[in-house]
């Protein structure tokens, strides 16, 4: 990213007066959605034709290397990074290839209490809904909620990051040409306040956002709870006694960390180490991999959301706490053009004592989510596990959160205390990665929204309908005495 070079493309940015086409767009959607269990059921299938070439022409390698340039054109991601995110948005759509959109909708059914009489429920649309997709996976992210919103039967609007719209708008160009109409998706290029707007002055019944916490208890005040969130990640690390395999381990703290320069809502944002781990080298291994990291390769990259001031800053604020110290990091970045709204930064962790972790005067900071290359990092001994589970308890989101042991009792016990949705154990646990395999999205929390998977898509993006069918009125019947 270099601040003389010129702009890459230049993105509409619609003003609240020119949203009435949106709004119509928007109202003229019945709260019964474009199809459902008994309405255009032949639009299951036809997306799930959709998606079965969407999926293959992401996995052409000529297609899937666009949209990884386009990514990285707009998003500081390393090519290999940007290549996963396109291979796992194209594994995603084959998913959901022939019958499985279908499935998503399927009913079940209960006997009544009398003959003639029996239950279904439905999986239903909310019809108008609403993406707010954030800037740090500009694929992967919106069209994963963009088609589950789409199988389910709702017509969305989507809003994605100023920054990297040009992602999604060529992404719709390729559902156009796998055969989706260009009725089913409104793209709306805008800064929030006009996203707000659109929201709040239309009937869209739900809104999906994708970023951080404070916007996200904005729109569910505004909008009377009507969203579902998945919002900022202080993501925590575990490593229990059980000391094996520390370059495994090395590497996977430091990929969980300063990936994507720590850009991603499932980043490692705080690792608690056992002493021993400690004593077996992992910090001076940690601090060799983070020393490896070059924006040559993008493997360290401009942080899009803080400034090198405010980076800085929040580092100082920690080193002020007692027995806190710089284990590596803390500068700027060398030779670097970086336009001065970005942050340019090394990879950064701090560390500080748990027992001043835990304090109130110090909780707050130490457990502020930084989206940059930062990490705070601590130790614990045998005798101070619950000193661990208790900063767990009181940390605000619970994202994802990785539990590296294989002894078995530790385990157990962090993970019978702990609720982050998305949590990974044993050796090779991490906090980052989000396949299309597996639920990804917070626990705790009843607004929370999850990706990826058909409980994600049909607890998102529909609602339950249950319909009782009673039929038979028996023969010599009577009419009873009024109650």
């Known amino acids: 990213m270099n601040k003389d070079a010129p702009p890459v493309c230049t993105v509409p940015d619609t003003q609240p007066e020119e949203l009435t086409p949106f709004i119509e ?34 996995s052409d390698p000529t297609i899937a290397e666009f949209f990884i340039q386009t990514i990285q054109k707009t998003v500081p ?104 109409d260009k009725n089913d998706v409104d793209l709306l290029n805008c800064q929030g306040p006009v996203a707000e707007s659109l929201i709040l002055n239309s009937n869209i019944r739900l809104t999906q956002f994708t970023g951080s916490s404070r916007v996200a208890d904005m729109l569910l005040e505004k909008t009377k709870g009507k969203v579902k969130i998945e919002d900022a ?9 059980d000391v094996e395999d ?66 800085l800053g929040h580092t100082a604020r920690l080193l002020e706490i007692p027995g806190a110290k710089l284990m590596f990091g803390g500068k700027e970045l060398d030779n670097h053009n970086i336009p001065e709204v970005y942050g340019a930064v090394e990879p950064t962790a701090v560390f500080v004592p748990l027992k001043e972790m835990l304090k109130d005067e110090n909780f707050e900071v130490c457990t502020t989510e930084i989206f940059a290359p930062f990490q705070v990092v601590t130790t614990f001994a045998d005798d101070e596990r619950s000193l661990v589970i208790e900063a767990c308890e009181r940390m605000s989101n619970h994202l994802t959160a990785a539990v590296v042991s294989n002894d078995v009792e530790f385990q157990t016990a962090i993970l019978a205390n702990t609720v982050n949705g998305t949590t990974y154990a044993g050796r090779r646990a991490r906090t980052t990665g989000a396949p299309q395999n597996h639920w990804f999205g917070p626990a705790g929390d009843a607004r929370g929204a999850g990706i990826g998977t ?28 009024a109650t």
């Open 246 to 311: 520390v370059d495994y381990v090395a590497w996977q703290c430091d990929q969980d960390a300063y990936a994507c320069s720590g850009q991603k809502c499932s980043a490692e944002s705080i690792l608690f180490a056992h002493e021993n781990w400690e004593k077996a080298g992992l910090f001076d291994k940690m601090k060799e991999n983070a020393s490896t990291r070059s924006l040559d390769d993008l493997s360290v990259a401009p942080v899009l959301t803080h400034t090198t001031k405010d980076f």
């Open 454 to 481: 058909p409980e994600a898509i049909k607890m998102v993006w529909s609602c339950h309908r249950e319909i009782i069918m009673d039929t038979v009125v028996p023969s010599g019947w009577e009419q009873p005495k």
């Open 25 to 58: 767009s928007m109202n003229r959607i019945p709260k019964s959605g474009v199809h459902n269990p008994l309405k255009n059921v032949e639009r299951y299938l036809q997306f799930g034709e959709i998606s079965r070439k969407a999926g293959a022409a992401l």
């Open 233 to 241: 990640g202080f993501d925590w690390k575990i490593l229990g006694p």
């Open 77 to 180: 991601k390393s090519h290999a990074q940007a290549a996963g995110e396109v291979k796992v948005t194209a594994d995603f759509l084959n998913n959901f290839g022939g019958d499985n959109v279908r499935f998503l909708a399927r009913s079940f059914g209960v006997p009544g209490d009398h003959y003639g009489q029996f239950s279904n429920g439905h999986r239903w649309p909310y019809g108008p809904v609403a993406i707010i997709a954030p800037f740090n996976f500009p694929l992967e992210i919106p069209v994963l909620q963009l088609m589950g919103a789409l199988f389910m039967g709702n017509k969305p609007v989507l809003k994605p990051a100023e920054k990297c719209a040009l992602v999604m708008e060529q992404f719709l160009h390729l559902l156009h040409d796998c055969g989706m």
